[in-house]
């Protein structure tokens, strides 16, 4: 039985799409905005959707921006519920705007105090409107707090004026890497298959 040999070529290709397959994987990226009473709020999240197709739980905020005008860069991200009361819950939003608990700051005063600092905070579990209610009465509902960076909001949230949607990831520097390494593979193999295709004899058959 003969046993097949893959060319060096092949052999090549099998690697790239190995390596390709098998890089790290960017997380998830998306755009995001919000129509507030003063204008638009907007930028980009990175996250990892969930299973329920709907729930994004957050790790950063890029590129935010009201009216816009790009605003300071965010690197603190929490759950507002958790920046307020203390606990393990992830920062999160979903895609129909039904659940919204993430709060951004530029900078903390503190381990969980953001006063001084620009961000925004959505929330949909009502803590946040009866900390603005003022003892009105009015019952917990989603509400939004935008610092003077964003647009100075206080008011409620509604989701009807969230959007978002996926980007297309953007490959991490060691895909790139990956991928080159296995393009020079092909190259090198094909100029060997080349090679030896020259040097092979002609072999006529018998008369």
């Excluded at 300071?72 to 039904?98: D, M, R």
């Excluded at 008011?155 to 991490?172: D, G, L, M, R, T």
């Amino acid at each position: 039985m003969m046993l097949y040999r893959p060319s060096s070529a092949r052999r090549a290709a099998a690697c790239l799409a190995l390596l390709c397959g098998g890089a790290a994987h960017a997380q998830d990226a998306f755009d995001f905005s919000y129509a507030g009473s003063r204008g638009v709020l907007s930028g980009r999240l990175e996250g990892t959707l969930q299973a329920d197709g709907d729930t994004i739980v957050v790790s950063a905020i890029d590129f935010a921006s009201f009216g816009g005008n790009l605003g300071p860069a965010l690197p603190f991200v929490s759950s507002a519920l958790a920046w307020k009361f203390g606990g393990s819950e992830s920062p999160i939003v979903s895609i129909g705007g039904t659940h919204m608990d993430i709060g951004t700051c530029s900078y903390l005063t503190t381990t969980t105090d953001c006063a001084g600092g620009q961000g925004f905070i959505f929330d949909t579990t009502g803590w946040l409107s009866q900390a603005f209610d003022n003892g009105l009465g009015n019952p917990p509902r989603p509400f939004l707090n935008f610092s003077p960076a964003f647009g100075d909001m206080v008011e409620p949230f509604y989701a009807k004026n969230w959007s978002i949607a996926a980007v297309s990831a953007v490959p991490e520097p060691s895909t790139y890497a990956l991928m080159l390494a296995g393009l020079g593979a092909l190259a090198i193999a094909a100029r060997r298959g080349r090679a030896a295709q020259r040097r092979a004899p002609t072999i006529y058959p018998a008369a």
